[in-house]
């Protein structure tokens, strides 16, 4: 339950400082007064998305801070521990709002996103306003309904991941049909190309070896006087010795005034690896200049593999033969593939098959889940209504089977009302009035609340387009809800709020910078005088005074 809720900045409210307590609590003041701030507020510590207009005029930043006994609540450490929160029975959370428009979250001073504070709020409390109203006319918070009264939240998690899995098959199916229809229709193409790479018997590296081979046919002349130079440095004759001749005089010069000056034995050692050197050079050389010569009938052959290479290239607009080669492949690929389609669909479709069987198994588990609360659910509700003097008005759940799998199982769910015995049911939407709709909400949140672990409820003006008796009735449900569990109701109803544990009254007070908001607890004398106004909303009169009196002596 919500202990403390501290505000400050926040529309109309300067700076509050709030004790919640246990039970049944009232809110009650005129209105604009800012009765609808203080649930604005606590639906920001909950998750709720954040808007800095909220902000109060000439401050920079709002703060609200609530703390919340969490003893109790069911399974909430194992969500702290998941999100990686250090849990403490007592919880802070709070948000930070500036006019920057950046929005912090905490939770016990550790900052965390505000998908994380929802995940939390949602264990704490349920706020239930007049647009929840509206919502009961849609399927799917129907269905959460049922889910929530049924206790499916795990089970459902697995379903939806099932789900998603067999929907990632089956997409993955299509676009694997689709992928080999079009491979399919290029079969013909892609066998015709395949077969005039295949025909180029492709070897890696090739067009660059017959270029370098076609340059040395080309410069054949050039090459070999480079390398006659070389050789003939190994000619001598006995005028003129050869540089090969002269190095190997000077080596054994050398070799012999090292024995004599030892500092002459590093140029020895130098010019023989030299001799050595320039010796296996001309070697070389010799054997190059053998293999330089190309005959004129290879030439041809080579500029003839060279023009078909690139004329390849040219074609697939490619820009070197290993490319050529990676693209036969791939087409060799893409024709085997087609060649064995049927056997990658069946294996596809099978895949597909067991997890849409996962997927129904789960799915036939919400349902029978399901359809066992819709029948539990009539009794408790049936009698609630009665009590809210709606005694006559019947109600059914009607739950069908879909023919396909949804995000929410394989069922869809219609909420039936009729005024009267005598009427025909039909969606609630269409034909329960608002205040109709206000007391069947309350009479579903009292059973939801019944079956739920949640520790607060809060009711944001439940009690719209009834009075009286029916007021009275109202009251009574949200006083023995507060038995159970913290109740907050924001209300304009004296008869309810005479009937709750604690009452605070909401004021708008004025300075010479603008109006500000307050909140306080009354009790006693003060409590009676504020239901008398709320009974007379004019002049204070002891015919009032008297029946606020009577109304909380009555309601003890």
């Given at each position: 339950?919500?202990?403390?809720?501290?505000?400050?900045?926040?529309i109309l409210?300067?700076?509050?400082?709030?004790?919640l307590k246990?039970?049944?609590t009232?809110?009650?003041?005129?209105?604009?007064?800012?009765?609808?701030i203080l649930?604005?507020?606590?639906?920001?510590i909950?998750?709720?998305r954040?808007?800095?207009?909220t902000?109060?005029?000439?401050?920079?930043?709002?703060?609200?801070?609530a703390?919340?006994d969490?003893?109790?609540v069911?399974g909430?450490e194992?969500l702290?521990e998941e999100?990686d929160l250090d849990?403490?029975?007592?919880c802070?959370l709070r948000?930070?709002l500036?006019?920057?428009g950046?929005s912090r979250?905490f939770i016990?001073d550790?900052?965390?996103?505000?998908?994380?504070?929802?995940?939390?709020?949602?264990?704490?409390?349920d706020?239930h306003s007049?647009h929840?109203?509206m919502?009961i006319?849609?399927?799917?918070?129907q269905?959460?309904?049922?889910?929530?009264?049924?206790?499916?939240?795990?089970?459902?998690e697995?379903?939806l991941?099932a789900?998603?899995?067999?929907?990632?098959?089956?997409?993955?199916l299509e676009?694997e049909r689709?992928r080999?229809?079009?491979q399919a229709?290029?079969?013909e193409?892609?066998a015709?190309?395949?077969?005039?790479?295949?025909?180029?018997n492709?070897?890696?590296?090739?067009?660059?070896?017959?270029?370098e081979r076609?340059s040395?046919?080309?410069h054949t002349?050039?090459?070999?006087?480079?390398?006659?130079m070389?050789?003939?440095?190994?000619?001598s004759?006995?005028?003129?010795?050869?540089?090969v001749?002269?190095?190997h005089t000077?080596?054994?010069?050398l070799?012999h005034?090292?024995?004599?000056y030892?500092q002459?034995?590093e140029?020895?050692?130098?010019?023989?690896?030299?001799?050595l050197?320039?010796?296996?050079?001309?070697?070389?050389?010799?054997?190059?200049l053998d293999t330089?010569?190309v005959?004129?009938?290879?030439?041809a052959?080579?500029e003839?593999?060279?023009?078909l290479l690139?004329g390849?290239l040219?074609k697939f607009?490619?820009?070197?033969?290993d490319?050529?080669?990676?693209?036969?492949?791939?087409?060799?690929k893409t024709?085997d593939n087609i060649?064995?389609?049927?056997?990658y669909?069946?294996?596809?479709?099978?895949?597909?098959?067991?997890?849409?069987d996962v997927?129904?198994?789960?799915?036939?588990?919400?349902?029978e889940r399901?359809t066992k609360?819709?029948?539990?659910l009539l009794p408790?509700?049936?009698?609630l209504?009665?009590?809210?003097?709606?005694?006559g008005?019947t109600?059914k759940v009607?739950l069908?089977?879909l023919?396909?799998?949804?995000e929410?199982?394989a069922?869809a769910?219609?909420?039936l009302f009729?005024?009267?015995?005598?009427?025909?049911?039909?969606?609630?939407?269409?034909i329960?009035?608002g205040?109709?709709?206000?007391r069947?909400?309350?009479?579903?949140?009292t059973i939801?609340?019944e079956?739920?672990?949640l520790?607060?409820?809060?009711?944001d003006?439940?009690?719209?387009g009834?009075?009286?008796e029916v007021?009275?009735k109202?009251?009574?449900v949200m006083k023995?809800?507060?038995?159970?569990?913290?109740v907050?109701?924001?209300?304009?109803?004296?008869?309810?709020?005479a009937?709750?544990?604690h009452?605070?009254?909401v004021?708008?007070e004025?300075?010479e910078?603008?109006?500000f908001?307050t909140?306080r607890?009354v009790?006693?004398e003060?409590?009676v005088?504020?239901?008398?106004n709320?009974?007379?909303?004019?002049?204070?009169?002891?015919?009032?005074?008297a029946n606020a009196?009577a109304?909380l002596?009555?309601n003890?």
């Open positions: 339950m919500i202990t403390r809720l501290y505000i400050k900045d926040f409210i300067k700076e509050l400082e709030l004790g246990e039970g049944f009232s809110i009650t003041g005129e209105t604009g007064a800012g009765k609808s649930v604005g507020a606590i639906g920001l909950l998750g709720n954040a808007d800095t207009t902000i109060r005029e000439g401050a920079k930043k709002a703060i609200i801070e703390d919340c969490l003893n109790g069911l909430i194992q702290f999100n849990f403490e029975p007592i802070r948000r930070e500036t006019v920057a950046k979250a016990n550790t900052p965390v996103n505000t998908t994380v504070m929802k995940l939390i709020g949602e264990r704490l409390a706020i007049q929840h109203n919502l006319g849609e399927a799917h918070y269905m959460s309904i049922l889910d929530t009264l049924g206790g499916n939240e795990s089970l459902l697995e379903y991941g789900y998603n899995a067999y929907q990632k098959a089956a997409k993955e676009k689709k080999i229809e079009e229709k290029e079969q193409f892609i015709f190309q395949l077969e005039q790479l295949d025909q180029a492709l070897r890696s590296g090739e067009l660059t070896q017959l270029e076609q040395m046919a080309q002349s050039e090459i070999a006087d480079a390398l006659n070389l050789i003939s440095f190994a000619d004759d006995m005028e003129i010795p050869g540089v001749q002269q190095i000077a080596t054994r010069l070799s005034a090292a024995e004599h030892s002459v034995e140029l020895h050692e130098r010019l023989s690896s030299l001799e050197e320039l010796s296996d050079m001309i070697r070389e050389a010799g054997g190059l330089i010569e005959d004129p009938s290879e030439l052959q080579i003839e593999r060279i023009d690139q390849l040219f607009k490619l820009s070197d033969s490319d050529l080669i990676k693209l036969r492949d791939e087409y060799r024709l060649t064995n389609s049927d056997a669909l069946k294996e596809l479709e099978k895949e597909l098959t067991k997890k849409q997927a129904k198994a789960l799915a036939k588990r919400l349902t399901r609360v819709a029948k539990e408790p509700l049936h009698a209504m009665k009590e809210l003097c709606i005694a008005a109600f009607d069908q089977p023919d396909k799998l949804t929410s199982g069922d769910v219609q909420f009729a005024t009267n015995k005598q009427t025909k049911l039909q969606p609630i939407r269409e329960a009035s205040g109709e709709i206000s069947f909400m309350l009479a579903l949140k939801l609340a079956h739920s672990v520790p607060t409820v809060i009711f003006e439940i009690d719209t009834v009075s009286g007021a009275e109202l009251g009574g023995r809800l507060g038995r159970n569990i913290q907050l109701s924001i209300t304009h109803l004296p008869q309810i709020a009937l709750s544990a009452q605070l009254v004021s708008k004025e300075e910078s603008g109006f908001t909140i607890e009790s006693g003060e409590r005088k504020e239901l008398a709320m009974l007379t909303g004019a002049e204070m009169t002891e015919a009032a005074l009196r109304l002596a009555r003890k």
